[in-house]
């Protein structure tokens, strides 16, 4: 099984990498110095995570320890608010990715759909509904093409995209970059399997966050889960002498599809890295794959009302 993901640009993302959201400050710089050390080269990071700065100055300084060069990190992020959630246009530039402490990335995320540039990470409106952009995403599209032209970004790619909107965007007339990645929730209650199966059929590859369920989840719902304690899972991983993360780690794995599970514990950024020497049956991924339970956990509901809301009411 390859460690790393092939893109349409013909890089290579690695298959596991270190997610950052939720790490606050002195825990997510300590976080990825750790994760370096121990062995991770792809790191997934945002603005709207506001721990860039302490992460920036992770990666400088095991660059200087000689731990790792630049090049030697793979490096996914969004510029800023109007970055993220698709308002940035040729017209409203935002912060250029270049200014951040990450430096410049090897993946720039578009994310729909969402919120208005401004100061406010969610702004709220009168409704208390988060106030939208007009901005269609395809014209974000053509300011995110510019930055690979102007060689401050390798590589483009969409999050949290349904097949709909990827359609629209691959049958764009002047299109000039295919999207070589898509971001989504993905996880047992999750799969996302004919999304996934898409994705991959068009070229673009698939990374899977929140694939642990999230146990941390700042906005917990009554009918939250713990994915790591379900039956089945734990009856899979004792068979392996894994841990229930380790499996739902491999379960994206053998999908080929990238991951980035978040810890700031030391024992669990490492744990989370063994997944290499042990693999999942048919038989299990069949089973893993035919949970009947299903749970979405970034569900992003106060943005229902936004034009490009992009989670149908069905879960695969």
């Keep these: 099984m390859a460690t790393y993901v092939e893109l349409n640009t013909k890089a290579k993302m690695p298959i596991l990498g270190l997610g950052t959201w939720q790490s606050r400050l002195e825990k997510a710089k300590d976080a990825v ?8 080269r792809l790191l997934d ?17 095991k660059i200087k320890e000689g731990a790792v060069t630049r090049e030697d990190l793979f490096i996914i992020t ?31 995320l578009q994310h729909l ?45 969409i999050a949290n995209f349904n097949t709909n909107q990827i359609e629209q965007l691959l049958s764009k007339p002047d299109l000039k970059y295919k999207p070589a990645n898509n971001q989504i929730e993905s996880h047992p209650y999750l799969p996302q399997e004919e999304l996934i199966k898409y994705c991959q059929s068009k070229g673009i590859s698939v990374t899977a966050y929140c694939p642990l369920g999230s146990p941390q989840w700042p906005w917990p719902k009554p009918e939250d889960f713990s994915l790591l304690d379900d039956p089945q899972i734990k009856e899979i991983a004792a068979k392996h ?15 080929n599809v990238s991951v980035i599970p978040k810890s700031v514990t030391p024992h669990h950024i490492e744990e989370n890295l063994k997944v290499f020497d ?6 299990e991924m069949k089973t893993i794959l035919s949970f009947k339970k299903r749970h979405r956990i970034s569900s992003i509901t106060l943005c229902k009302n936004h034009k490009d809301y992009p989670f149908p009411e069905e879960l695969d």
């Design 113 to 157: 759909c969402l919120r208005v540039a401004g100061e406010e990470l969610f702004p709220i409106g009168e409704n208390g509904m988060m106030i939208p952009s007009d901005t269609d995403f395809l014209e974000t599209w053509e300011a995110m093409e510019d930055l690979v032209d102007a060689g401050l970004v390798k590589a483009i790619g």
């Design 45 to 61: 990071c945002a603005y709207m995570y506001q721990n860039e700065s302490e992460i920036g100055d992770a990666i400088q300084e």
């Design 78 to 108: 969004s510029p800023d608010p109007s970055g993220i959630w698709c308002c940035w246009s040729k017209s409203n530039p935002g912060l250029l990715p270049h200014q951040s402490s990450v430096l410049v990335c090897q993946l720039l």
């Design 278 to 283: 042990f693999e999942l049956t048919e038989k």
């Design 241 to 255: 002498k894994k841990t229930s993360a380790q499996v739902v780690i491999r379960f994206q794995v053998q999908r």
């Design 33 to 40: 110095k750790f994760a370096i050390d121990v062995g991770y």
